[in-house]
């Protein structure tokens, strides 16, 4: 019985972190370029930064997730984004800082 306890635990936790937080590569992107993507979260209408708006249930956003940003002096940003609209945000922020980079192509992986 502890061990399908267990498993049901863990596919809980699986399900959590690859479902609502989104992709790795996204992440490990946006710690690379934590300065970057504090501007972009700022712009964009699905990201919330610190603060939540009331009438957002946090059953519909992912977050938090928490950003040191270099240029507000190291401090540590929570970030929130709306569940539905993660998946293609993620890809406009790769889309973004790749014009902000001069067209470089954006490598999110390793």
Known sequence: ME?????????GVWWVFFHRVGNIPFWKLVSKHPDEAYQFFLREKCWFVDELPTNIDKID???PVY???PSLSGK???VYCLAE???DSQESFRGWLAARQGGQNVR???
Request: glycine residues 8%.
């Open 76 to 78: 540590r940003v929570k």
């Open 67 to 69: 950003l040191f940003v």
């Open 108 to 110: 999110t992986s390793k």
């Open 3 to 11: 061990l399908v306890v267990g498993i049901v635990a863990l596919l």
């Open 85 to 87: 609209e993660i998946r």
């Open 61 to 63: 956003l992912v977050g």
